[in-house]
Nanobody, 128 residues
């Protein structure tokens, strides 16, 4: 059974950094788009970043995190990472990773409706 498990969340001060991990089990993730999303209290789920499968070195980012967040994948470890730097209070949210249901060759998109499999989330709090 496919499972996605996020880890690496925590509390940091503004300007700090965190690296989130999304461990995928039950299936290889090589060919699939993996995305990161977040949801703050009282707000809708927001797409953060995504990365294409295979050897296609393509990624996409929400405007709000461009230049601060970097997504990467290690297919050998079946893990996708989200390196977050220069964190701001508005980055506070529960962060989720998700996988698209089938292989996709175009540039990935951070639209939640495209993703079929979701993790349980990890809390990120940015506060002084």
């Amino acid at each position: 059974q496919l499972q996605l498990v996020e880890s690496g969340g925590g509390t940091v001060q503004p300007g700090g950094s965190l690296r989130l991990s999304c461990a995928v089990s039950g299936s290889t993730m090589d060919s699939y788009v993996i995305g990161w999303f977040r949801q703050a209290p009282g707000k809708e789920r927001e797409g953060v970043s995504c990365i294409n499968g295979g050897d296609r070195d393509m990624a996409n980012y929400a405007d709000s995190v461009k230049g601060r967040f970097t997504i990467s994948r290690d297919n050998a470890k079946n893990t996708v990472y989200l390196q977050m730097t220069n964190l701001k209070p508005e980055d506070t949210a529960v962060y989720y990773c998700a996988r698209e249901p089938g292989p996709y060759l175009g540039l990935c998109m951070v639209a939640a409706g495209r993703y079929a499999f979701w993790g349980q989330g990890t809390q990120v709090t940015v506060s002084s």
